[in-house]
């Protein structure tokens, strides 16, 4: 069974902040994809970054950065110097990765709310 | 290019109701994917087309719900007769294949009163 961990569930930083927002995940696949989705107020995800579990490197843009390790299964986000359009709900993501037909059904956290306060 | 489109955007309905969810996914998308959120916990997976197939339903809660794709385009999800817990926001999603990034739409808040 797949499950992802976001233990952090409200955090709050002023404005130019640096913020790290954790995700754990447990699989028994060795092969997946990690996700980040971003839910701003009005409500649609939107989609922020996969990363296949062959990738380990770490992926930074602009002021988003991700960093994968899988010997501690986390698949950790930072946003450096917040600003307050980056206030939303944040959810990690994952799902196998079929070698044939399958369904990619994503497996969620229960998502963070960052509040970036001005 | 217009996004993943749902309808309505709320829907409050009595217990016993019957409540029928809209789709769009982006035009030319063949995988289609409904989720659910209800308060408080995860956002779960419902069921997964490929064009007007049921690739998997394994993630619908009951035979109360029922999800269609006709024609491979647009999709709708009824519920009937509704339940309490039925309450939540319903997520719609779609991909160009199977093993890329799915775009959500902004959801339909269904309230169950």
């Known amino acids: 069974a797949q499950k992802v961990t976001q233990a952090q569930t409200e955090i709050s930083v002023v404005e130019k902040e640096d913020v790290t927002l954790d995700c754990v995940y447990e699989?028994?696949?060795?092969?997946?994809?990690l996700f980040w989705y971003k839910q701003p107020p009005s409500g649609e995800l939107v989609f922020l970054i996969r990363?296949?579990?062959?990738?380990?490197q770490n992926e930074i843009s602009g002021r988003y950065s991700w960093n994968f390790q899988k010997s501690t299964s986390s698949f950790n986000f930072t946003i450096t110097a917040s600003q307050v359009v980056d206030s939303a709900v944040y959810f990690c993501?994952?799902?196998?990765?079929?070698?044939?037909?399958?369904?990619?059904?994503?497996?969620f956290g229960k998502g963070t709310k960052l509040s970036v306060i001005p | 290019e217009a996004g993943v489109t749902q309808f309505p955007s709320h829907s409050v309905i009595e217990k016993g109701q019957t409540v029928t969810l809209r789709c769009d996914p982006i035009?030319?998308?063949?995988?289609l994917y409904w989720y659910r959120r209800v308060m408080g916990k995860e956002i779960k997976f419902l069921l997964h087309?490929?064009?007007?197939?049921?690739?998997?339903e394994s993630g619908m809660p009951n035979n109360r719900f029922l999800a269609e794709r006709t024609g491979g385009t647009y999709s709708t999800l009824k519920v009937q007769p509704a339940e309490l817990e039925d309450s939540g926001v319903y997520f719609c999603?779609?991909?160009?294949?199977?093993?890329?990034?799915?775009?959500f739409g902004q959801g339909t808040r269904l309230t169950v009163v």
């Open positions: 999603a779609s991909s160009h294949s199977e093993n890329t990034e799915a775009f």
């Open positions: 699989t028994r696949d060795t092969t997946y994809y």
């Open positions: 990363r296949n579990s062959f990738d380990e």
């Open positions: 993501a994952l799902t196998e990765i079929y070698s044939g037909a399958g369904s990619y059904q994503l497996t």
């Open positions: 035009s030319g998308h063949d995988n």
């Open positions: 087309f490929v064009k007007e197939s049921k690739q998997d």
